[in-house]
């Protein structure tokens, strides 16, 4: 006796008027109905409720910037995880916000000043920042517009801005905090610089690309004291301090600790050992400049050598001499005819192609600058973030990611938290004319009193972006959302910002929140790519524009390709094929369902128990009921793209091509039966459309509701395993679909129309499948045999015999001599192919790829056969 399955008790409308347009028509649907999901407050999250909380927090886009596809993306998988928490019972919050976006707003700004032929300077820093915020009100945020197209189920009671009043008081807290730990210092480094944006720039905002420059060799000093160095920046030799060579190599041994001239100057250098130089590469000599190299930095302070500027924040050479006030590009010319003339020039490549920093913002070659810059000691901070992972305090998913995140942990440097902007948190330091050094936390009085000044610089917006998880929530203040809401439980963001903006995260919230981490676990994902898994570049002209597919597919075909493609960690490559598929799908389950409620699919009053249940019934639910166990196990590993491809084939394959068809023949039948079997249907659609929600909410909720007169799908259950498994069933319907297959195959075979409809004989002794007869030969559209009934070819399958009179149906001798010239050509491609696999000489000089085509053509050539030698045995003889 198999369990009974799970009763719910329903109630819906009435099934024969079910309100449905004949098609689906998203643009009519979406809009209205997610302004309709906020007015409800479905996605406001509570800190008063007693469910458990289930909280993320979105990674915060740039005020500036407008939804990619990479957005829609992740937004879609951190959607889907809050609408199944909210449906499983949890208070869940999905917080959403901006970021201030430093450098890319300022840059906007001072562009639209340099239409007006101003620059920042003209207005002073307090008016160019209040017209940064006016640029803000009326431009920024286009993308929290576009969120709502894509569906986010966000808590936008909750919107937050990095710059808001109470985001700003978090930055000031913990920059206080930190410096009063002496975990924030103020240092001379060597930096990222942008000579464009006049500013420090952090890691994650240099894009390397392979530029064509020059690497030219050139000999410093005289006769035996000469030695040849190699740069593509000869520029940077005025500001040259040493030579270094390794210690162990017998070239240079006899140089080491003497000094040598330094050309185009009147400068002698010194030639160091230091084991950071390559022996193997090159001359085994590099020259050291220390004021513009981040290794030859290092190389100075170990040998205590001089650092000497020679390029101002523009770019340009400010050494005394005939290259002064040249740009950094001219005077590399300059310089390299200069020692040209000298007869230093030993080797030029060109063009030599290597790997150059750019700004990512305004795409210009980023110098290495030495600068007095503000820094935090992330020692400790990274010991503490990189522990949390260790012990098991938060997981990162897939486990296989958690490599990179400790090689970066674990070898930090100091991080540059100082930027030369006006737009951002201003860094809360005054300085006083004696030079005194006083930092001033949230609600202190600066000092007061001639000569102090405070900081001009601002913090770098990853900063703030740290802060992220907890600041959002209220801290430093101990809120109500504070407790109720953090930790948050899962962070899912790109494999690419784990290094920035993941460490910082885990940094920060481990130290302001003594010990507690902010997240249980990091979920990282792949990088939207086109179809072809190349990155999506504007100058590769591959694009797309999420918007666009919305406005043609609906926001669900574009949700459901994005969760389809989505392994963890692993790239997700997308066409606008794949968005079409996705929106047949969505078309799929509209007309399937509205087909389904014509023909009395119903959730009123309980399901009927297992013993009144139909095989074919008791199938579909046993199938419901695994795949609901499927998806709720894929969820919970965060396989977005298993579960998504289990739904879809649970629906279209199982639901709609096979139980709807199958149940027809009960349905035009009427009687007890046909309502036992509406009700299994109604149960089916209703905890389908449940499962799919999540990924596809606009359709689901627009089905469901009038599916089941329920409020929303939104605020539905989510479905659980009621248990009830029927394994007989299950192979007996199996059956059923193997020789539906079989003769739907063999019919296609033939030449026959899907539609024409031919005598035959069902012989099913010895099976189960009876009482399926009428549903079987309505799918195949087989007629009872008349007396005039003479089987012209008969099919085994599965135990069964099906005889067919094709007499009538098609015109043999034309078909025998079709199939005949087909078998005829699968003959000679097999007497080709055969030969030239037995043909030694060939094989020795062929391609692998083209001797595996032939063997792949000998294979189908093969089966070609076999399937017409068939075919044409199964012909009436004439």
């Not at 040493?242 to 400068?267: F, M, Q, S």
């Not at 440097?413 to 006083?432: A, F, K, T």
């Not at 948050?488 to 940094?507: E, S």
């Not at 009038?706 to 939104?714: A, I, M, N």
């Amino acid at each position: 006796m198999t369990q009974n399955p799970q009763q719910r008790p329903a109630s819906g409308p009435n099934a024969s008027d079910p309100h449905l347009p004949t098609q689906y028509k998203p643009a009519d649907v979406e809009g209205p109905l997610y302004e309709r999901w906020v007015e409800r407050g479905y996605f406001t999250a509570s800190t008063e409720s007693d469910k458990p909380p289930y909280t993320i927090v979105i990674p915060p886009p740039n005020v500036t910037g407008s939804l990619h596809l990479g957005h829609a993306f992740q937004h879609t998988l951190m959607d889907a995880l809050t609408r199944r928490k909210r449906m499983q019972g949890y208070e869940a919050l999905w917080l959403p916000g901006m970021d201030h976006a430093g450098i890319a707003t300022q840059n906007k700004v001072e562009q639209q000043l340099a239409d007006e032929g101003k620059s920042r300077h003209d207005l002073g820093r307090e008016a160019f920042v209040e017209r940064v915020w006016q640029w803000k009100e009326e431009y920024g945020g286009r993308i929290l517009g576009q969120m709502r197209r894509l569906g986010d189920g966000v808590d936008w009671s909750r919107e937050r801005f990095t710059m808001d009043e109470g985001l700003s008081k978090s930055v000031l807290t913990i920059f206080k905090k930190l410096y009063d730990d002496e975990l924030i210092y103020r240092a001379e480094r060597i930096i990222n610089w942008c000579p464009r944006c006049l500013t420090a720039i952090s890691d994650i905002e240099v894009d390397y690309q392979d530029d064509d420059g020059e690497l030219v060799s050139m000999r410093y000093g005289e006769g035996e004291d000469s030695i040849v160095v190699a740069t593509t920046r000869a520029e940077t030799m005025l500001g040259d301090t040493a030579v270094a060579v390794h210690p162990d190599d017998e070239r240079y041994r006899h140089l080491v600790g003497r000094r040598i001239k330094l050309p185009l100057t009147d400068r002698t250098i010194p030639v160091v050992a230091d084991t950071h130089v390559d022996p193997e590469f090159g001359t085994g000599a590099v020259k050291v400049t220390p004021a513009h190299d981040p290794n030859d930095f290092e190389i100075g302070r170990r040998h205590d050598l001089e650092s000497i500027t020679v390029l101002d924040e523009r770019g340009v050479i400010t050494a005394h001499g005939p290259f002064q006030g040249l740009d950094r590009f001219e005077a590399r010319s300059a310089i390299v005819a200069a020692l040209r003339e000298q007869d230093r020039i030993v080797a030029e490549k060109r063009p030599y192609t290597h790997s150059v920093g750019h700004c990512s913002r305004c795409k210009t070659t980023l110098e290495p600058r030495l600068s007095m810059q503000w820094w935090v000691s992330v020692g400790p901070l990274a010991q503490a973030a990189g522990d949390a992972v260790r012990d098991g305090r938060v997981a990162i998913h897939p486990e296989e990611m958690s490599k990179r995140y400790f090689d970066w942990v674990d070898n930090m440097h100091d991080w540059c938290i100082s930027r030369q902007l006006w737009w951002g948190h201003r860094i809360p330091v005054w300085y006083g004319p004696n030079g005194e050094e006083v930092c001033v936390g949230p609600g202190e009085e600066p000092p007061a009193g001639e000569g102090w000044t405070q900081e001009t610089d601002v913090l770098d917006t990853w900063f703030s972006s740290g802060l992220w998880p907890f600041s959002t929530l209220g801290w430093p203040e101990r809120t109500a959302e504070l407790e109720k809401f953090y930790p948050t439980d899962v962070l899912l963001t790109g494999h690419d910002i784990i290094f920035f903006w993941v460490a910082r995260m885990m940094m920060f919230g481990l130290y302001a929140m003594d010990g507690q981490a902010p997240f249980h676990t990091i979920a990282l994902t792949g990088l939207v790519r086109d179809e072809h898994g190349k990155k999506m570049s504007k100058s590769f002209g591959n694009v797309v524009d999420p918007l666009d597919w919305m406005d043609a597919y609906g926001a669900d075909a574009v949700r459901f390709t994005l969760a389809r493609g989505a392994n963890p960690g692993a790239d997700v490559p997308i066409g606008e094929d794949w968005v079409q598929a996705s929106r047949n799908f969505a078309n799929k389950i509209w007309n399937a369902t509205r087909f389904a409620m014509m023909n009395g699919a119903t959730v009123e009053g309980e399901l009927p128990p297992a013993e009144k249940l139909s095989a074919t019934d008791r199938w579909i639910l046993s199938r419901l009921n695994e795949t609901v166990a499927a998806v709720d196990a894929f969820y919970e590993d965060y396989q977005f793209a298993r579960l998504s491809d289990a739904l879809y084939h649970f629906a279209w394959d199982e639901v709609f091509d096979w139980y709807v068809e199958l149940s027809k023949t009960t349905f035009q039948a009427g009687g007890e039966a046909a309502e036992v079997s509406q009700r299994v249907l109604g149960e089916v659609l209703d905890v389908t459309l449940r499962l799919l929600h999540p990924i596809v909410p606009f359709v689901t909720d627009t089905l469901w509701t009038t599916l089941t007169g329920g409020e929303s799908v939104v605020i539905a259950d989510w479905p659980k395993d009621s248990g009830f498994r029927d394994a007989a069933a299950e192979r007996e319907i199996e059956t059923v679909r193997q020789v539906v297959t079989e003769v739907r195959r063999f019919r296609s075979d033939q030449g026959l129309q899907p539609g024409q409809r031919v005598p035959a004989r069902l012989d099913l002794a010895g099976t189960a499948l009876a009482p399926h007869e009428a549903a079987m030969r309505s799918l195949l559209r087989l007629q009872e045999p008349g007396d005039d009934f003479a089987a012209t070819a008969s099919l085994p399958v599965a135990g069964a015999k099906v005889a067919l009179d094709l007499s009538g149906a098609i015109d043999v001798e034309a078909e025998r001599k079709r199939l005949t010239k087909d078998l005829a050509a699968a003959e000679k491609e097999k007497t080709q192919t055969t030969a030239k696999l037995n043909n030694e000489a060939f094989l020795a000089k062929a391609p692998d790829q083209v001797v595996d085509k032939i063997r792949v053509r000998l294979s189908t050539a093969e089966a070609d056969i076999e399937r017409i030698t068939a075919q044409l045995a199964a012909l009436p003889q004439g």
